[in-house]
């Protein structure tokens, strides 16, 4: 079993920036793809980034590319989601999220992750 752990949440004003981040326990956290995906008020919840196992490959999602970067500490058994030239439509609550068998293909898919953590609210402010 694995338990991640999100920190790092606030309230920021538009243009601002934030860093995530999401510890989790245990001794396999190198063998997971690990996801950001965040769920405003009302709405689904949306695929942020994934990270692969190694850190070698990322993905975004249109919304975010080029504002948002996504890295990984094996050592440290941590990910990270830096959140820059944030905008009020980024306000949602975030979730980490991690599995060990999440084809490329599907890795924008929650349904595919296996663990989540409880989330942690991000706040833009105009």
């Known amino acids: 079993q694995v338990q991640l752990v999100e920190s790092g949440g606030g309230l920021v004003q538009d243009g601002g920036s934030l860093r995530l981040s999401c510890a989790a326990s245990?001794?396999?956290?190198?063998?997971?793809?690990m996801g950001w995906f965040r769920q405003a008020p009302g709405k689904e919840r949306d695929f942020v980034a994934s990270i692969s196992r190694t850190g070698a490959h990322t993905y975004y999602a249109d919304s975010v590319a080029g504002r948002f970067t996504i890295s990984r500490d094996n050592a440290k058994n941590t990910v990270y989601l830096q959140m820059d030239s944030l905008k009020p439509e980024d306000t949602a609550v975030y979730y980490c999220?991690?599995?060990?068998?999440?084809?490329?293909?599907?890795?924008?898919?929650?349904?595919?992750?296996?663990?989540w953590g409880q989330g942690t609210q991000v706040t833009v402010s105009s």
């Open positions: 999220a991690g599995g060990n068998a999440v084809p490329e293909l599907y890795n924008g898919v929650p349904a595919r992750y296996d663990y």
């Open positions: 245990g001794r396999t956290f190198s063998t997971y793809r």
